[in-house]
């Protein structure tokens, strides 16, 4: 089942006229998109009154999850911001611990450091994908032993779909004996030669939240070829319970598992992964066409042999060379009633982490003021990406 903008074969052909304006309304930066076996599912759900967490949809979407990634077990959750926590709990994870991740990220990859007890430790990106920079890494890791501390873990981040460079960060892992636990909320569907997101770590973790490339509306899923990963994850995501005919707690726990009902639409939304990837790479195309003249323009491009999702379609400009700088652009795309966003901003520059040490270079500060994420829903239009451009290239120079 297809999308509507995945139907043509030819690479659609984008006017670059800036007399054309069509306003159709507002154009979000990554909406949801249903298909139609989603509401069959969840019509199931409801028929068969398998309403609350746990339930067949659950079980079906870990196993049709686990199998689209290439690994054998996953356990459904009620975000990635979950899994994140119950991974870095799993890996051994103790209060003090630091813990080593990249500052270019959303802020769930930092908070779920807090919320073990941990201290966050950033690291600076790699200029060409806006990943880990390996040797960065290395350096943090030495310094925290330095300071006589230990590193509980390493949490990469597969930014806007792409793949850490996972051949030198397992390397500096196993050297120093630190869990990997893969950040690939952003990346389902991207894939090299080496495996898919979310095959690289000693655990990964998923977001469906409802800006990702498929939804749960709210959801997460961690994966992991070790069953003892997985099913810790279970047993911590509901409260913990011992196994008993009352109600008996030995370990602390979380009400952290995903419910059959969503469980059903990520089922659907699963079977559509490979038309929303493509979707969304055709975006991206769309953008190269009609952008890459303008100077100063310089787009996130896949690595050498990996084939990322193309989550969202970023660049950066160079305000010298364009003649604007990206909050320019953003606004004035803005007035028209389109949605671009900022790249993250680094966690080692916000206010709740600026006591958190960072390592590495100004890579991603310089991202952050330079970079702009397109709109890149699934679901956008020829007239769309149409409108979205022309507006794009009337930003007064």
């Excluded at 509401?39 to 009154?49: G, H, K, P, Q, V």
């Excluded at 994140?84 to 450091?113: E, Y």
């Excluded at 890494?137 to 006589?148: H, K, L, R, Y």
């Excluded at 699963?270 to 991206?284: F, G, I, K, T, W």
């Amino acid at each position: 089942m297809a999308c509507g903008c995945c139907e043509r074969e030819a690479p659609l052909q984008l006017s670059t006229k800036a007399g054309y304006v069509a306003h159709m309304g507002r154009i979000y930066l990554s909406p949801p998109h249903m298909g139609t076996d989603e509401i069959t599912l969840l019509r199931d759900a409801f028929e068969s009154n398998w309403i609350a967490p746990l339930g067949p949809h659950v079980d079906a979407f870990e196993r049709e999850l686990a199998a689209a990634v290439g690994v054998e077990h996953a356990a459904a959750l009620s975000s990635g911001t979950a899994g994140l926590h119950l991974g870095l709990l799993i890996a051994g994870v103790q209060p003090g611990d630091r813990v080593v991740t990249s500052s270019l990220t959303f802020a769930a990859t930092a908070n779920a450091i807090t919320y073990a007890g941990a201290v966050p430790v950033f690291v600076d990106v790699d200029p060409r994908t806006w990943t880990l920079d390996p040797d960065a890494v290395a350096e943090a890791m030495d310094a925290v032993d330095t300071q006589g501390h230990r590193v509980g873990a390493l949490i990469s981040v597969d930014l806007y779909g792409q793949l850490c460079d996972y051949a030198a960060l397992q390397a500096v892992c196993r050297a120093r004996d630190v869990p990997l636990v893969e950040d690939a909320a952003e990346a389902l569907g991207s894939h090299s030669s080496e495996g898919a997101a979310g095959s690289f770590g000693d655990m990964a973790v998923f977001s469906f939240n409802g800006n990702k490339i498929i939804t749960t509306s709210g959801g997460g899923m961690l994966v992991a070829r070790d069953a003892a990963v997985t099913e810790r994850a279970r047993f911590l995501a509901t409260q913990a319970r011992d196994p008993a005919p009352h109600y008996q707690h030995s370990t602390i726990g979380f009400n952290y598992r995903m419910s059959n009902l969503l469980a059903a639409v990520g089922r659907g939304q699963l079977r559509v992964l490979q038309d929303r990837v493509a979707a969304r790479r055709r975006n991206r195309d769309a953008y190269r066409e009609g952008l890459s003249d303008l100077p100063g323009i310089t787009f996130l491009e896949d690595p050498p042999g990996v084939h990322t999702n193309a989550w969202l379609t970023c660049i950066t400009v160079e305000p010298e060379a364009f003649g604007a700088d990206r909050e320019a652009i953003r606004l004035h795309l803005e007035a028209d009633d389109i949605e671009s966003r900022p790249v993250w901003k680094p966690m080692h520059l916000q206010p709740v982490f600026e006591d958190c040490e960072m390592f590495g270079g100004s890579v991603s500060e310089s991202l952050f003021a330079k970079g702009l994420c397109l709109p890149s829903g699934s679901s956008l239009t020829d007239g769309d990406l149409q409108r979205i451009v022309t507006r794009f290239r009337t930003v007064s120079r």
